[in-house]
T-cell receptor
Framework: EADIYQTPRYLVIGTGKKITLECSQT?????MYWYQQDPGMELHLIHY???????EKGDLSSESTVSRIRTEHFPLTLESARPSHTSQYLC??????????????FGPGTRLTVL | QKEVEQDPGPLSVPEGAIVSLNCTYS??????FMWYRQYSRKGPELLMY????GNKEDGRFTAQVDKSSKYISLFIRDSQPSDSATYLC???????????FGKGTRLHILP
């Protein structure tokens, strides 16, 4: 089982609140990712990082922001949550040295509901 | 046209049957092909990956890639109720480092 953790697992919150979804991995992986997954839909990449102090936006436009101050930690923040942010958020990591296979290890996900 | 097409199912088969899951894609630059399994309320986990065309076998699972047809398959032999999950195909290649995922096929193995 992959050593990548996400908290909280479930979050129900009101509109306008600021939230931070936590993601940590203990594998020493350089690359980390945030995906959004809605039922019956593809995983959409919203942010990724190639290492400390590196962050990039993914393919899906998102109002969230990320930071990468430590290798093992890649939190995602929503400054003002809206109902349209309701979704499952998946964090993943991979080993830069195995870029060709790029096996991504996923966390269990955070299911966010914004009322 | 989406880069990766995958029938979302659900697909229901009796225990012990051979299951065939498929994806088609449009980007001829894709070189690496993966299958992930996702149980309910969990994150995806990598099942198999293959490079370029050909077959790869791992226990009851066989991954097949036909680049000429832009078509990949995952076969599950002697299917078990524990195989009930959503199976996502994924692929990458070319100059873009990102992995593109299919929507996933929900599979139910009936005891």
């Amino acid at each position: 089982e992959a050593d990548i953790y996400q908290t909280p697992r479930y979050l129900v919150i009101g509109t306008g609140k600021k939230i931070t979804l936590e993601c940590s991995q203990t594998m020493g992986h350089d690359k980390m990712y945030w995906y959004q997954q809605d039922p019956g839909m593809e995983l959409h990449l919203i942010h990724y990082s190639y290492g400390v102090n590196s962050t990039e936006k993914g393919d899906l436009s998102s109002e969230s922001t990320v930071s990468r101050i430590r290798t093992e930690h890649f939190p995602l923040t929503l400054e003002s949550a809206r109902p349209s942010h309701t979704s499952q958020y998946l964090c993943a990591s991979s080993d830069r040295l195995k870029a060709y296979t790029d096996t991504q290890y996923f966390g269990p996900g955070t299911r966010l509901t914004v009322l | 046209q989406k880069e990766v097409e995958q029938d979302p199912g659900p697909l229901s088969v009796p225990e012990g049957a051979i299951v065939s899951l498929n994806c088609t894609y449009s980007n001829s630059a894709f070189q690496y092909f993966m299958w992930y399994r996702q149980y309910s309320r969990k994150g995806p986990e990598l099942l198999m990956y293959t490079y370029s065309s050909g077959n790869k076998e791992d226990g009851r699972f066989t991954a097949q890639v036909d680049k000429s047809s832009k078509y990949i398959s995952l076969f599950i032999r002697d299917s078990q109720p524990s195989d009930s999950a959503t199976y996502l195909c994924a692929m990458k290649g070319g100059r873009d480092d990102k992995i593109i995922f299919g929507k996933g096929t929900r599979l139910h193995i009936l005891p």
